[in-house]
């Protein structure tokens, strides 16, 4: 069921497919683990507090927040998208 989403969740979104277009070369996600992701999510989470620290003394380093808000996203829709193709088994 598609719903009328609000214009920030339209631009992040826009944000999240840009990442994964400049990531095809690599791959899909549903060959992987469900904790071989969920890894990843935490490494990026990790890269994302850290940009946090940083750019509270550097507002230059505002756009590397948004890329890596970007990658905690898409590793979390990579794993929900994993999950509801198994629903679907």
Do not use: Y
């Amino acid at each position: 069921m598609m719903i009328d989403s609000r214009e920030e969740v339209k631009w992040f979104a826009g944000e999240m497919e840009k990442t994964l277009r400049e990531n095809d070369h690599k791959g899909g996600w549903n060959t992987c683990s469900q904790w071989h992701l969920i890894g990843r999510l935490r490494e990026e989470t990790i890269e994302l507090e850290e940009v946090l620290h940083r750019a509270r003394f550097d507002k230059t380093r505002l756009t590397e927040i948004i890329k890596e808000a970007t990658d905690v996203a898409n590793f979390a829709m990579m794993i929900a998208d994993n999950a509801l193709k198994e629903l679907g088994d």
